[in-house]
């Protein structure tokens, strides 16, 4: 049986190979866009989180999997400036950072598009687009809101991220749940982001609508910006992602770069393959329950036993 965890194409990433032409405006050092080293978060005796060690770059998509309960809300939590972290280290463009709200995190060029997205479904496709930024026009109390601008500018982000859309006073809610995924990102890159937080961004989408969302989390990687798209399915990360940090019961489990890890060896990590070998063992053990133990011995062989590790130049 494999283990993919400690087999050669499996690597972990040491911190040299993070770096990615990012330079300190100072020292001309290399940096990160944003950087956590051995981050933890503890709710009284609750450790939530614990020793996580990523790195977002320009340009790059960092997926982070794992199942319900894995560490992942804690993780955006922190870097979304929700919540502190407790131990470790968060640097953005290599200075130390505790971010103390989301409002901070924006500043700093943080964005997190949730799950539930937070739009208003009744109103046009351009209001949710500005949605507590809008622009006026005029002095003191001939002030107004400059609609015509806000059309325009929201017509022309979507069109840059490939959304062609003829009329942006429709509802929102009258767009596909991709779309107004896309809407989300859009916005948030008009508003400046560097880096974009998606959580389970095709969560609740189809295969056709999950295929839309992961086509503009590469047109924002495109337009420069450093991605962290947290989700629960590897077939969703691995298509996209540049760097997969894996996590499990509040730990990272595995931290790999793409050219070291192949989408077997993410499924077969994602999947608990050690687990289901160790209940195998049990079944067996307490004999009987013949057609279960088959079925998870063939579970076993699916994830672990027919995963060879393959050897790349």
Not at 145 to 154: C, F, G, P, R, S
Not at 176 to 188: D, H, L, T, W
Not at 280 to 306: P, S
């Amino acid at each position: 049986m494999t283990n993919t965890k400690n087999s050669p194409a499996a690597e972990r990433i040491d911190q040299a190979t993070l770096l990615h032409e990012q330079t300190d405006p100072l020292t001309h050092t290399p940096v990160h866009l944003l950087e956590l080293k051995d981050v933890g978060k503890h709710y009284g005796n609750i450790i939530a989180l614990t020793g996580v060690t990523m790195a977002v770059d320009t340009g790059r998509v960092t997926c982070v999997l794992g199942d319900n309960g894995a560490g992942k809300s804690t993780l955006i939590k922190i870097i979304a400036g929700l919540h502190q972290h407790t131990t470790g280290t968060l640097e953005i463009m290599g200075a130390e950072r505790k971010l103390n709200s989301p409002r901070e995190a924006l500043d700093s060029g943080i964005a997190a598009v949730y799950q539930d997205l937070a739009v208003v479904s009744l109103m046009p496709i351009w209001r949710n687009f500005f949605l507590g930024s809008e622009l006026t026009k005029g002095i003191g109390p001939f002030k107004s809101l400059d609609v015509e601008a806000m059309k325009k500018i929201t017509k022309d982000e979507l069109a840059a991220m490939g959304i062609d859309l003829r009329d942006v006073e429709q509802p929102i809610g009258q767009l596909s749940g991709g779309e107004r995924q896309c809407v989300a990102i859009a916005r948030a890159v008009h508003f400046g982001a560097k880096v974009l937080i998606l959580d389970e961004p095709t969560a609740a989408l189809g295969v056709k609508q999950s295929g839309v969302v992961l086509r503009y989390i590469l047109q924002a990687r495109d337009r420069g910006l450093g991605v962290i798209f947290i989700t629960h399915n590897p077939h969703h990360a691995f298509p996209v992602g540049d760097r997969f940090l894996l996590l499990k019961r509040g730990k990272s489990i595995g931290y790999y770069d793409k050219k070291d890890i192949t989408i077997d060896e993410l499924t077969s990590q994602m999947a608990g393959g050690a687990e289901l070998a160790e209940l195998a063992h049990e079944l067996e053990q307490a004999g009987g329950h013949d057609e279960v133990l088959a079925e998870v011995k063939a579970e076993v062989a699916e994830t672990l036993g027919t995963q060879e590790p393959s050897h790349r130049a």
